[in-house]
Every structure is written in structure tokens, then in C-alpha cells.
């Protein structure tokens, strides 16, 4: 049996994380520059591995909202949606929401990018600064 959920406070270098089977609530909020990307990330993703070996029973949508990312976290997010392509590929519905600031086309780009590597439905939704 593995946790139902994982929540993580965003930090001022690492971002806020909400994995909840039991709400179906999937979030990456914020900043990622983790002095050791690898150590934070790698909870995550053994966390979806459980998950996806205890049956997913829903739709899985990803919400990601982050501010910025570096080259480590980058590669650790895609490490994540490869994941989430291995739940998908098992037959649960998974897709992601990509967040970004209006004006932000970088991070427009990264979620781009991304689309372009994994097999799987991305949703761009473009959002004013509050």
C-alpha cells in the first residue's frame, strides 16, 4: 500500500507539489532550482510508480504552473511525463495542463518542447499575473 498522497509546501528554490489519488489532484506550482534536483524529484516519480502499480482509477490531469525551472529540473520534469506516459500507455487517460504567464514565452516554449518529446495531451493555458 502506498501513501494516498504526497504534498510538498513550495519552497523558495524547490515547487510545490500535490499528488493526491485519493482527490484525483495533480499539481507542480512554482520555482525549481533544488540544490539536489535528483533527491527531490526522484520521491515523485517513485510515488507515481506506486501509484500506477496500484491501479489508477481516474483520469489523470496534471496541473503545471511553474514560474521557472532549471537545466536539472528540466530534465527530472521529463523524467515525471515519462512516467505519466508509462500510466497512460497502461490504459488510464492522462493529460497536462501547461500553465504560463501571459507574456512568458519561454516557459510557453518549454511546455512546446516537452509536448514534442512524450506521448501525451497537453493543454497551454495562458493566465494574467494576479
Known amino acids: 500500500m502506498f501513501p494516498d498522497k504526497i ?9 510545490g507539489v500535490i ?13 525549481s532550482f533544488p540544490a539536489d534536483a535528483d533527491k527531490f524529484y526522484q ?3 517513485k510515488w507515481l510508480d506506486d501509484y500506477k502499480n496500484a491501479g489508477p482509477k ?12 532549471n537545466t ?4 527530472l520534469l521529463l523524467d515525471i511525463f ?8 497502461s490504459g488510464f487517460p492522462v493529460s497536462i495542463k501547461w ?5 512568458d514565452e519561454d ?3 518549454a511546455g512546446e518542447e516537452f509536448d514534442e518529446i512524450v506521448e501525451l495531451d497537453f493543454e497551454f493555458i495562458e493566465y494574467e499575473e494576479e
Do not use: C, H, W
Not at 499528488?19 to 520555482?31: A, H, P, V
Not at 536539472?72 to 530534465?75: C, I, P, R, V
Not at 500553465?99 to 507574456?103: A, G, N
Open 107 to 109: 516557459m510557453q516554449e
Open 99 to 103: 500553465y504560463f504567464l501571459e507574456e
Open 43 to 45: 520521491q515523485l516519480i
Open 72 to 75: 536539472a529540473s528540466a530534465k
Open 82 to 89: 515519462f512516467k505519466l506516459e508509462d500510466i497512460s500507455e
Open 58 to 69: 481516474e483520469p489523470l490531469v496534471l496541473d503545471v504552473r511553474m514560474e521557472y525551472f
Open 7 to 15: 504534498e510538498l509546501k513550495a519552497g523558495q528554490d524547490t515547487p
Open 19 to 31: 499528488f493526491d489519488s485519493e482527490e484525483n489532484k495533480f499539481l507542480l506550482t512554482g520555482r
